[in-house]
């Protein structure tokens, strides 16, 4: 049996795709813990156009502050 022949023969079935050995990955377990997952729903709701804003408006704030730590570096 082939490369071709196994992908066409799990595609034909329609058994569920089984979890990954990295869903399981205890490392990210341990960072799940301080994920603040109502921030990730909330920006989920956004529109496209909403989330792009986000990232503008974060860029511009991030922005104001490159000047300050580029003259501290000097």
């Known amino acids: 049996m082939q490369a071709d022949d196994l992908h066409e023969t799990a595609a034909a079935s329609d058994a569920v ?6 869903a399981f990955d ?13 921030l990730v729903e909330k920006n989920l709701q956004l ?9 503008v408006n974060a860029t511009r704030f991030i922005g104001r ?3 300050l730590v580029s003259a501290q570096n000097r």
């Open 65 to 67: 502050f490159r000047p």
């Open 17 to 22: 795709p089984r979890p990954t050995a990295e």
């Open 47 to 55: 529109t496209v156009e909403q989330r792009a804003q986000q990232l």
């Open 26 to 38: 205890p490392v990210l377990e341990v960072l799940k813990r301080d994920i603040d997952f109502t």
